[in-house]
């Protein structure tokens, strides 16, 4: 094991989850992680309630980089952990790291649901193994199609629940297209194809990928909103899975975080975990 694979020893943290990423820096280019935090810390506003599941690296950096600079009454909670306004820096890779504890307030998992489940939450940040053009979710498997499961993911846990919030922002750290699909295999957050029941408020209203940022058009289709810097047309396209729309060749190029939110990020990042998203 060479020592850029040794563990970081961290005082309330886990030490198997940390690593120095090899070519990982503090310095260097601005890299997609970093396009991908700043493009989700602006969908944030001040004074929302925010929750995010397991896989929080980007929406913890999303959300502490948008108290630092346009909502400091935005209020976090760190999924499963319970952490509300979690201190955790360096940024951890999950919220399942022990580090979430160091927070204003620790709440059980059942007050986390209960918040959620009872509209209390302004934002819902979601990530899936699949998710098709209608913003459907897949956090369970995949191979529905083969009659067997193919990939098992760790299973749909507060998604069923994500309309409960105002909106849901969805995230992937891979755009292949394995991940965007016609149609998921399991629906564990729905989509904008789904009949509305009652309380339902919350739809996708984002989808930000290490490729490029989508939203949804009138009929609740994915469109192409921007290419982040460097991508081009046709590596969105033939890493998805189906039509996209608002595909022209005019497509905007998203915006790189400012110089202050660029510091700010890598002050919160100094192993450079979001170096090494995409």
Avoid at 23 to 38: F, K, L, P
Avoid at 222 to 249: A, C, Q, W
Wanted: net charge negative.
């Amino acid at each position: 094991m060479g020592d850029d694979y040794k563990p970081v020893l961290r005082a309330g943290s886990d030490p198997l989850v940390f690593f120095n990423y090899p070519c990982a820096s503090a310095e260097g280019d601005i890299a997609r992680g970093h396009v991908m935090a700043a493009v989700m810390s602006h969908a944030l506003h001040d004074g929302e309630v925010a929750v995010m599941g397991a896989n929080s690296l980007l929406p913890l950096a999303a959300a502490r980089l948008a108290q630092l600079t346009h909502a400091p009454n935005l209020t976090l909670i760190a999924g499963a952990s319970g952490g509300v306004n979690t201190l955790v820096e360096p940024l951890a890779p999950s919220s399942g790291d022990y580090a979430n504890l160091i927070a204003e307030a620790v709440l059980d998992f059942p007050e986390v649901l209960m918040l959620q489940m009872g509209g209390k939450t302004d934002v819902f940040f979601a990530g899936g193994i699949q998710i098709d053009k209608h913003g459907n979710c897949n956090l369970a498997y995949a191979g529905r199609d083969q009659g067997q499961v193919t990939l098992r993911g760790p299973g749909s846990a507060g998604l069923p629940w994500a309309h409960r919030s105002g909106r849901t922002i969805l995230y992937v750290t891979t755009h292949t297209a394995r991940t965007f699909v016609e149609k998921v295999d399991f629906v564990s957050l729905p989509g904008h194809n789904v009949q509305a029941v009652g309380g339902r408020v919350g739809w996708p209203k984002l989808v930000v990928t290490p490729l490029c940022v989508m939203g949804f058009d009138d009929r609740g289709l994915l469109r192409l909103v921007s290419l982040h810097p460097g991508v081009k047309l046709s590596d969105v396209i033939d890493n998805t899975g189906f039509e996209l729309v608002g595909v022209s060749d005019s497509v905007p190029t998203t915006p790189e975080p400012s110089s202050e939110e660029l510091q700010l990020l890598r002050e919160l990042d100094p192993d450079a975990l979001l170096v090494a998203v995409a």
